[in-house]
């Protein structure tokens, strides 16, 4: 609770306005306290966000091109795409091979028969024995699988779905839906449609009447459940496999999609002879991952070179409350972004990291009797006075359309890639490794000042923020107890000077008696 303090009464000094004057040069000193410490807050979120755009390359880029995956990718050409499509795992065999399309497979799904009552429309809500049954309760019976001479062979038999003439046709179609089947009732066409939730003949369902009850035959017929061939009435279309015929070989399977010698095969329609499917290394995805790495790289590495040699905020602090007062949003705004873009400024340890990086990418190895760099490849830095600032780290990939610095050049990567894709994947894996082991032996030490996994140094940032912190905290007291002490000053003045008063007083009364 803050004291209440009545000065000046005997005075008339405006005692408030003297101890502001008097403590403002201890806070005015300890103000650099208090900076200090947003600067160092500053360049915690500085290096926070630089450490995790590291970290995300080291563990995607750097970490993914490692491995042989980057340059195996492989796509296979439908000569009908419109028959079947293909996706190609980097195991599948190189070459061309025929696919003919039997059958596709198809789900179970009945079709009931028009269902009415002696008025109105029949709804949801509509009865059983609006429908015209009024017997005892009874059961239907639904059985999952195929089903040969009265036994089903594979699959199992779903729970009875328990009739009652109070039923509503909502709630028939829940049990239905419950027991595992798509169920619905269609207002608009006064049917009720039950269809298998998979394909397959071994999906396959058949909803029939319990044979030892005749109540539940006259259900069935009520439902308008009971499969005929006569018009209007019920229609079942039994669910089926697919079946294809991959290098004249047959293969079934309850879904439209087969999984075969690393190919995923998913058939759209029946064809009418056979089709063909080539299979081949996908160039343009290992350039794709190539391309994706250098453009990473050389972004990732513009930034820590732009941090690294920012301009200097030197006569630039963070700005008190009452420095912000005194300017409009937009100067605070610039003021504080001159300062917050020069926390990196030459700093040692974001030139650890870049320097580490940019070794790795100069690495030369031996390859079948051949040395190979990253220009062997096209891949190469522009000229000093062609690069832009900040970018002279940057590299660019001759011939590549996105990059107007080196679009006209000659692709010496893809011919590359097709001329020798081994040699290419041997590369880069070798380089990828280089450069994840330089930033790995950076960001996996920890000792007092850095934790693992960092590029940085975490924990002393931390700690000089903490002191920093600390030491905001004790000049606060000191300027509280300044404050105290300059009001118990005056306020034993006030007292003294009341003293002084109530004694005049008295003399004069004495007199004037």
């Known amino acids: 609770m803050g004291r209440i303090r009545i000065t000046g009464m005997n005075s008339g000094l405006d005692t408030d306005s003297m101890v502001k004057e008097l403590v403002n040069a201890y806070e005015k000193q300890g103000e650099k306290y208090t900076k200090a410490k947003t600067k160092t807050e500053w360049k915690q979120e500085a290096w926070t966000v630089l450490n995790n755009k590291i970290k995300s390359f080291f563990s995607k880029q750097a970490g993914n091109m490692r491995f042989s995956s980057a340059y195996s990718k492989k796509s ?82 779903t729970p009875n779905i328990a009739i009652s003439k109070n039923m509503t046709l909502k709630q028939f179609t829940d049990q239905v839906s419950a027991a595992g089947y798509n169920a619905n009732f269609d207002e608009s066409t006064g049917r009720l449609f039950i269809s298998s939730k998979e394909s397959g003949a071994k999906n396959d369902f058949t909803i029939e009447a319990d044979s030892s009850d005749p109540n539940s035959a006259v259900a069935l017929e009520k439902l308008g459940l009971k499969v005929t061939d006569a018009e209007g009435g019920a229609y079942m279309t039994h669910g089926s496999d697919a079946e294809i015929e991959l290098n ?4 079934n399977s309850a879904s439209n999609t087969f999984s075969i010698n690393g190919l995923t095969i998913t058939a759209k329609e029946v064809t ?10 996908d160039y343009n995805e290992i350039y794709y991952n190539i391309k994706n790495f250098i453009k990473e790289y050389s972004s990732l590495m513009n930034e820590m070179d732009k941090l690294y ?3 200097s905020s030197k006569g630039y602090e963070p700005l008190t409350s009452e420095e912000k007062d005194a300017m409009t949003d937009d100067e605070i705004e610039k003021w504080e972004k001159k300062i917050k873009d020069s926390l990196l400024k030459g700093d040692s340890e974001l030139d650890t990291v870049s320097s580490a990086m940019r070794n790795a990418m100069l690495s030369t190895f031996n390859i079948d009797g051949k040395t190979y760099s990253l220009s062997s490849f096209g891949i190469h830095t522009l000229g000093y006075f062609d690069s832009a600032d900040n970018e002279k780290n940057a590299y660019h990939i001759d ?61 002393k940032l931390q700690n000089e923020y903490v002191d920093q912190e600390k030491q905001v905290k004790k000049w606060e007291d000191y300027v509280a107890k300044q404050e105290d002490k300059y009001y118990k000053q005056f306020t034993a003045m006030e007292s003294a000077m009341s003293s ?12 004037a008696g």
């Open 272 to 281: 009418s002879g056979t089709i063909s499917l080539v299979t081949d290394t």
């Open 500 to 511: 002084l008063n109530s004694q005049q007083s008295y003399i004069s009364q004495l007199f």
């Open 248 to 251: 004249g070989a047959k293969f």
């Open 309 to 311: 040699n920012a301009a």
């Open 76 to 157: 296979t050409t439908v000569s009908d795409s419109t028959k079947a499509s293909v996706v190609t795992s980097s195991n599948a065999v190189n070459g061309s091979q025929t696919l003919k399309v039997n059958k596709l497979a198809a789900a179970g799904y009945l079709t009931g028969a028009k269902l009415e009552k002696t008025s109105g429309e029949v709804t949801k809500d509509t009865t059983l024995a609006e429908l015209g049954y009024n017997l005892d309760d009874t059961v239907l019976k639904i059985g999952k699988g195929v089903k040969k001479n009265g036994t089903y062979t594979e699959g199992y038999v």
């Open 399 to 459: 011939g590549n359309k996105d990059d107007p610095d080196t679009a006209g050049n000659e692709d010496r990567l893809r011919a590359m890639i097709a001329s020798n894709p081994d040699a290419t994947a041997t590369f880069f894996q070798k380089l990828s490794q280089n450069l994840y082991d330089a930033m790995n032996k950076i960001q996996s030490t920890s000792d007092n000042y850095k934790s693992f996994g960092n590029f940085f140094s975490d924990k």
